[in-house]
């Protein structure tokens, strides 16, 4: 099944949702597969300075893992294509506006947007709006 490239529907059906956990971002500069595994991250992403965790902060804070903000995650529930255009810009540029800022990570089948957790309803009902204007 192939997602939806027209922005239109993206922005109209997205039914943002948000997580009832928080997130952490945190970096380790080396790393066994086996340990980033125990640590159950909900995304990984390597860079040249060292592997980038999202993890629950609970998990987090259990290894005492650096990080500097807490995040909660909003995932947009309709199947966006990886080729849709303008979807994280319309998002983004939504929040911006309000002042919030948004990481985007996009997935297979959807995307999810990590907004500071003491902005997190504001950023929920502004996607929303935002869906419903569309």
């Known amino acids: 099944m192939s997602g939806i490239v027209k922005l239109d529907e993206l922005l109209k059906n997205m039914r ?3 997580s009832e956990e928080e997130y952490v971002f945190c970096t380790v500069k ?11 991250p909900i995304c990984t ?3 040249d300075e ?3 965790l999202i993890l629950e902060k609970n998990i987090a804070q259990k290894y005492q893992f650096h990080f500097d903000e807490i995040f909660k995650k ?6 966006s294509s990886l080729q849709a255009v303008g979807l994280t810009a319309a998002v983004s540029t939504a929040l911006a506006e309000k002042g919030i800022s948004a990481n985007v990570v996009a997935a297979y089948y959807h995307d999810h947007i990590f907004v500071p957790a ?4 504001e950023a929920l009902n502004t996607l929303q709006s935002l869906s419903q204007s569309s």
């Open 74 to 79: 909003i995932t947009l529930q309709i199947h």
């Open 45 to 47: 992403f390597k860079e």
């Open 30 to 40: 080396s790393f066994i597969l086996d340990d980033v595994e125990k640590l159950n």
């Open 118 to 121: 003491n902005k997190a309803n």
């Open 50 to 52: 060292g592997l980038t």
């Open 16 to 18: 943002p949702v948000i």
